[in-house]
């Protein structure tokens, strides 16, 4: 199975390997968040910061929240400065890609001494993909540090 986006979501890892590789861990967010986006604007990604998804509950909105950057319209990219990423992280990034409609995120933590991140993919949209074998699959969370899809076999 092809990764939704991939060169998009390489070239955005690519720059935030260049920001942990030339800041390190130890800074606050904020700090990553701009040098990724000097990094990101510098390699001719087109992005929009702090971008507010509207949220809603049985069709009526609710309230807005913000991800860190919405890149070509295509991926969100969620950044955190953790010494370790944990499941209230990840469950943030994946509501946001649900909440907006977007087909794929980024969950990116520079505190850690290796940049960790994580590709995921929105249920709602790819729940099940069929290939030409006829079996199911389900599109799952990428590993942060080998960067694969995680498949699971539906049978």
């Known amino acids: 199975m092809e990764l939704i986006f991939k060169e998009l979501t390489h070239k955005i890892i690519?720059?935030?390997m260049e920001v942990h590789r030339v800041l390190g861990p130890g800074f606050q967010e904020y700090i990553y968040q701009r040098a990724l986006a000097i990094e990101m604007k510098n390699t001719g990604i087109k992005?929009?910061?702090?971008?507010?998804?509207?949220?809603?509950?049985k069709g009526e909105?609710?309230?807005?929240?913000?991800?860190?950057?919405?890149?070509?319209?295509?991926v969100t990219v969620e950044i955190k400065a953790k010494s370790d990423l944990d499941n209230s992280q990840l469950a943030q990034a994946i509501n946001y890609i649900e909440a907006s409609n977007i087909e794929t995120g980024l969950l990116i933590n520079f505190g850690a001494s290796s940049l960790q991140?994580?590709?995921i993919h929105n249920k709602h949209l790819f729940p099940l993909n069929p290939d030409e074998s006829g079996k199911s699959w389900f599109c799952g969370v990428t590993d942060p540090v080998s960067s694969l899809v995680?498949?699971?076999s539906i049978t």
Do not use: H, Q, W
């Open 47 to 57: 992005f929009d910061e702090e971008f507010e998804i509207p949220i809603f509950y």
């Open 14 to 16: 690519g720059c935030a």
């Open 117 to 119: 991140f994580k590709r």
């Open 61 to 74: 909105k609710i309230g807005l929240r913000r991800v860190d950057f919405l890149t070509e319209s295509k």
């Open 150 to 152: 995680l498949l699971n």
